[in-house]
């Protein structure tokens, strides 16, 4: 059974940084698709970045430049970087895994940037 687990989330004031993590298990990670979502209040939930098997990486608009997403096959992980931190990036954000062409989703990490 895959299970994605988060950490890293907090609070932080604008400008500053925060790196999440995502632990995955129950597959072969190396042949998974990872990615990063998010949802804020009465938002719909959203992509921020995703990263291929081939470590070919995809930003929203919103975040480009700002946030990095790197995978580690030997630890089963993926992590997203994220500086110079808006208030507007304020959501929880899940990790995400395609694999054997299905979808799997962590439980989510609360980000809580202030201003």
């Known amino acids: 059974q895959v299970h994605l687990v988060e950490s890293g989330g907090g609070s932080v004031q604008a400008g500053g940084s925060l790196r999440l993590s995502c632990a995955a298990s129950?597959?072969?990670?190396?042949?998974?698709?990872m990615g990063w979502f998010r949802q804020a209040p009465g938002k719909q939930r959203e992509l921020v970045a995703k990263?291929?098997?081939?470590?070919?990486?995809n930003y929203a608009d919103s975040v480009q430049g700002r946030f990095t997403i790197s995978r580690d096959n030997a630890k089963s992980s993926v992590s997203l970087q994220m500086n110079s931190l808006e208030p507007e990036d304020t959501a929880v954000y899940y990790c995400y895994a395609e694999y054997q062409r299905r979808a799997y989703w962590g439980q989510g990490t609360q980000v809580t940037v202030s201003s």
């Open positions: 990263i291929t098997v081939g470590s070919r990486t």
């Open positions: 129950g597959m072969t990670f190396s042949l998974a698709a």
